[in-house]
């Protein structure tokens, strides 16, 4: 797969991107990241991105044309264009399996009041929120989507099946985990977890599972 992020502040993206996982499926050759500037498609000399919002009003709006240019140099015939925004559909678990089949990645972050419209209406396929809670830019929410979608490409987890099993692919939470020592500070772990029975182990996770999905995201069983 290839992801191009278009954003104001590339540093933001850079971070999370270029750490443990992520960093090794770049260097691996498993997933190509491109992070760029959006003012390196400006076009005057203070490489200007932002101007007043027509109808009056607060804050700035990105301009179209630096977006317009940026796009267009780096699409691909398969790329998908996404736009982070808090207006777009709420990005799930769902949307990222769906995403990491897809073979090019174009990411806009905005910022200040967001983007001119004739972006949305001309370049963008998908508008994508990561929450309802607004952010001062698009840069971290495009890479929280990047790593939950990357995570997801072939051979990126150690274990495939992690992302199988793991919370929400079933709809539901994932039961808890443990590790030694058996008993801390008075707390023991569970004992099916001890006696090696699978069949015993299976349906504890399946029986936990289902008990924290109903106390902290009763929401999940509709
Ligand atoms: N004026 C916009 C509104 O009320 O809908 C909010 C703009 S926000 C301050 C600036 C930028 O941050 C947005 O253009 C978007 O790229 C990003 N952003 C903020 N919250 C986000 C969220 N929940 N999901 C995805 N992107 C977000």
């Known amino acids: 797969m290839r992801l191009d992020i278009l ?19 770049r260097e691996s050759g498993k997933v190509d990241v491109r992070i760029h500037n959006l003012r390196d498609w400006a076009t005057d000399k203070h490489r200007t991105t932002d101007d007043m919002p027509f109808g009056g009003g607060q ?7 630096p977006i317009f240019a940026a796009v267009e140099e780096l699409r691909t015939p ?32 905005g910022h200040y009041e967001g983007v001119d419209h004739r972006v949305v209406e001309a ?3 998908e508008e994508v929120s990561i929450g309802d809670y607004v952010l001062t830019n698009g840069a971290l929410a495009a890479a929280v989507v990047a790593d939950a979608v990357i995570r997801l490409l072939p051979g990126v987890l150690g ?4 992302a199988v099993e793991e919370s929400f692919s079933h709809g539901l939470l994932e039961a808890p985990h443990y590790t030694r020592p058996a008993e801390f ?18 349906k504890w996770r399946a029986e936990q599972g289902m008990a924290r999905t109903r106390r902290n995201r009763p929401d999940l069983l509709g």
Do not use: W
């Open 185 to 202: 500070r008075g707390q023991r772990v569970p004992d099916v977890l001890l006696g090696g029975n699978h069949a015993a182990i299976a």
């Open 159 to 162: 274990d495939d099946r992690s």
């Open 78 to 109: 398969e790329a998908r264009v996404l736009l982070l925004t808090p207006q777009g559909s709420v990005f799930k678990q769902a949307t990222a399996h769906r995403l990491a089949a897809e073979a090019h990645l174009i990411f806009i972050c």
């Open 123 to 125: 370049l963008v396929d």
């Open 7 to 25: 954003t104001l502040f590339p540093a933001i993206c850079a971070g999370p991107l270029g750490e443990s996982m992520m960093k090794r499926a």
């Open 59 to 65: 804050g700035m709006v990105m301009k179209p044309e």
